[in-house]
């Protein structure tokens, strides 16, 4: 099979991402139909059948799967045939059991039902193919498909630079490199980007997306007068300035804090709290405040330890190593008890870095080689080692403090073996410090331990933490690309709702390929030639017109947007984002006027209505039941002491995971129960009666200035003349009803209840 048109597939057959011809239309606008290799035209084995066999086949019939007895892989066995017979016969498609199967003239049809059905075009291929005799050429078998799979997987590739399409002369939008593969994807769908957000939208989702809080009127104000002359220069200079706000630190650390699954309990039965845990939580947070490079981010938190042991920042970041549950069994618990719990712990920790750092799934091969991506047990069992010889310990940091998230028990490697289908008394096989192949390249593992241990010649640890910190971070041999490309996807992710790739923690070959693959790769080697600087990819995100485009709202009266890509993956408008439940939060007390926003040090212990718990079995570290609402407790949401056996019940209701394991990306769920729960919520009543306190204080009687005043405050904009009417009309209303039932502070309780109506709207819930 052929394309009539081969030139938009060149970067994407580099890259290893399949191209259905419906894909190949949208990128370049022509009717690329797949062209049938008729009988007349030599079929060729290596160009038209085998990437078929690739695509659809190999997943249940190559390599070490050989369902059905058919090996799809290698000639001999092919020829051979499977259970069922003979697959085709050389010379005659008609009489051959593969093309009846493939065409779905038998019960039996492949691929098995669920799966996606071959084009006609492409079961024609195959068989002209075998009525010209089935030629087989030497050297074309696969002998491992997931190898062969996973070489010429997009994610796997060697980091590429990419250049932006050209600006047509009619594109008067597009600011930056970014809008232009975003603009000829949509060109060639007949869509366009929306209308740019005018000004106050822009400033509330700026604020939201760079700090998690809300713009206060007089910083709407200010940024709007600099927009009319010059919006583009007035929306640098924001971001400029939240970028170096340590609130910004505040509210990125939130989206990696659900990568690490941190928290500050052990969970599992007992619970107990974590009293240090808070000092990666800091660690996190001053990393994004000071702009620290990716790589090593991802290195101290690997083995800061063994990169700078006299730091407390270095030390304190290898809790991600130990953030995840955990519990301590005594030596009373039986001997298999034991170990299976202590091989748990690991295996959350191999899982985490896995999924959170590369996007590879590596549970399964604690039990059997991965059967899709090139990921074995041996290779899980190796990275197991890396963490086996140490564990999380309650610790004196450098200078003395009390610290907490990983530490080996000294400089000799504990024994490792590989546990056949997880039974951890199997130990024939022992497995050395090794590495992910796949991702290797060049430079073996004993050459990455070997210079750990130059650099640190008398270490107290086995140094093979910091040699997969070293291997995971190189661009050039490791898996520094696959880290990069994970990244940066997240980053797109929080920025839009969705990344580039759908699928965040999964880069294999079962994940979901990226929707714009030549944006993916340009970011990736953007970010990496400048340094890893999250910042400078932040500000080269937000200052795109992609991002500063406005949602439904500004789009024209045209529903061409919905009906050609109604999931929006082209980007052709700005999706609605719902506050996570921590922004939620804060945005509140911002309001109120009643944040505060001092940063660091142990968490805070919010009130938790007892009766929230009576169903929780909890054997230590009780949650308190006279929890204060007070100054300190209404600090912002990230310093919030996360129990995870007790959850908030505010944040319950608003999606925040328990992080028992890594969560790459919320729910996003919109659901009765969140209302009732901000009508319900004590501590949304409190907050309510501070935001009215303000407000009263601050116009006395006059309620239509009242009704204004809390618009600009919750929404970032005046209200409009019913809005006014209708607010202004509620309150004296609610304030005479509460004075019939002879309140003292009737409208006081009145302005309360017009506050917690705005908590509970669409538009102090959701940006945009």
């Not at 190559?62 to 090996?71: S, T």
């Not at 940024?223 to 939240?242: G, K, M, Q, T």
């Not at 140490?390 to 073996?417: E, H, I, Y």
């Not at 919320?666 to 729960?677: C, D, E, G, K, M």
Request: proline fraction near 6%; hydrophobic fraction near 35%.
């Amino acid at each position: 099979m052929f394309y009539s048109n081969a030139r938009p597939f060149i970067l994407w057959a580099a890259m290893g991402v399949a191209l259905p011809h419906a894909v190949a239309a949208e990128i370049d606008g022509e009717d690329l139909e797949p062209q049938a290799v008729t009988g007349e035209t030599k079929v060729d084995f290596a160009t038209d059948v085998q990437p078929i066999f690739r695509e659809h086949c190999f997943e249940c019939h190559a390599g070490e799967v050989e369902e059905g007895g058919l090996n799809l892989g290698i000639r001999s066995k092919v020829m051979k045939g499977g259970d069922s017979g003979n697959a085709f016969e050389p010379g005659n498609s008609n009489a051959s059991l593969l093309v009846r199967l493939i065409d779905g003239d038998d019960e039996r049809p492949m691929p098995p039902e669920g799966n996606v059905r071959l084009p006609k075009q492409q079961v024609q291929t195959i068989s002209d193919w075998i009525d010209q005799g089935a030629t087989w050429p030497d050297g074309a078998d696969v002998i491992d498909a997931r190898m062969d799979r996973a070489e010429r997987h997009w994610a796997y590739q060697r980091l590429a630079e990419v250049q932006p399409p050209a600006r047509h002369d009619d594109d008067a939008i597009s600011k930056t490199a970014i809008d232009l593969f975003i603009a000829d994807k949509l060109r060639a769908n007949g869509l366009s980007l929306s209308p740019m957000s005018s000004a106050g939208p822009l400033v509330r989702r700026l604020y939201f997306n760079v700090i998690g809080l809300p713009p206060n009127p007089k910083e709407i104000a200010s940024f709007a007068h600099s927009f009319e002359s010059d919006p583009d220069s007035a929306v640098d200079n924001l971001v400029d300035a939240l970028l170096e706000s340590h609130h910004y630190g505040e509210r990125w650390a939130r989206h990696w804090l659900d990568v690490a699954r941190f928290a500050e309990s052990d969970g599992q039965e007992s619970d107990r709290d974590r009293p240090h845990a808070w000092r990666f939580r800091d660690f996190v947070i001053k990393a994004f405040n000071d702009d620290m490079a990716y790589d090593e981010f991802v290195r101290w938190q690997i083995a800061g330890d063994e990169y700078e042991p006299d730091n407390d920042w270095a030390v304190s970041a290898t809790g991600f190593l130990a953030a995840g549950p955990s519990m301590k069994l005594e030596e009373k618990f039986l001997e298999r008890e034991r170990l299976f719990n202590r091989y748990n712990e690991l295996d959350d920790i191999v899982s985490t870095v896995g999924t959170g750092l590369l996007g590879l799934t590596t549970g399964c091969a604690r039990c059997h080689d991965h059967k899709y991506d090139m990921f074995s047990s041996r290779e899980y069992y190796q990275l197991l080692r890396v963490f086996h010889s140490g564990d999380r310990v309650n610790a004196k940091l450098p200078s003395g403090q009390d610290g907490f998230f990983f530490q080996d028990f000294d400089a000799t490697p504990r024994t490792t073996w590989l546990f056949r289908r997880s039974d951890f008394y199997d130990r024939e096989i022992e497995v050395d410090f090794g590495l992910p192949v796949i991702l290797s390249r060049n430079l073996s593992a004993d050459e990455y331990w070997s210079k750990a241990k130059q650099a640190v010649p008398n270490a107290i640890s086995t140094l093979q933490r910091r040699a997969f910190a070293d291997w995971i971070t190189d661009t050039q041999h490791g898996g520094g690309e696959v880290l990069a490309r994970v990244f940066v996807n997240r980053v797109w992710q929080h920025h839009f709702g969705e990344g580039l790739v759908r699928t965040p923690s999964d880069f294999g070959v079962r994940g979901e390929p990226p929707t714009h693959p030549e944006l993916l790769e340009f970011l990736t080697h953007d970010f990496v030639q400048h340094g890893w600087r999250i910042k400078r990819l932040h500000k080269l995100i937000l200052s795109s017109a992609v991002w500063q485009q406005g949602g439904l709202t500004h789009r024209p009266s045209s529903n061409r947007g919905r009906e050609v890509d109604p999931q929006n993956r082209l980007l052709w408008m700005m999706p609605p984002r719902r506050l996570e439940a921590e922004a939620m939060r804060d945005a509140m007390l911002a309001v109120s006027g009643t944040l505060n926003l001092e940063a660091g040090g142990p968490g805070f212990k919010p009130y938790i209505p007892p009766e929230a718990n009576l169903a929780r079995n909890i054997q230590g570290g009780d949650y308190p039941k006279n929890a204060k609402d007070d100054a300190t407790t209404r600090r912002r949401s990230i310093y919030m002491f996360h129990k995870r056996l007790v959850p908030y019940p505010l944040f319950q209701a608003f999606d925040r995971p328990d992080l028992m394991t890594s969560c790459a990306r919320r729910q996003n769920t919109t659901v009765a129960p969140q209302a009732i729960a901000i009508l319900n919520d004590k501590f949304v009543r409190a907050v309510a009666g501070d935001f009215a306190t303000r407000l009263i204080e601050s116009n006395s009687s006059d309620d239509r200035k009242l009704v204004a005043e809390a618009f600009e405050l919750s929404f970032g904009r005046p209200p409009n003349e019913t809005e006014l009417n209708t607010s202004a009309d509620f309150i004296c209303t609610q304030t005479e009803s509460r004075k019939a039932r002879s309140e003292d502070s009737a409208r006081y309780e009145a302005v309360t209840d017009f506050c917690h109506t705005l908590f509970g709207l669409n538009e102090f819930i959701y940006v945009d």
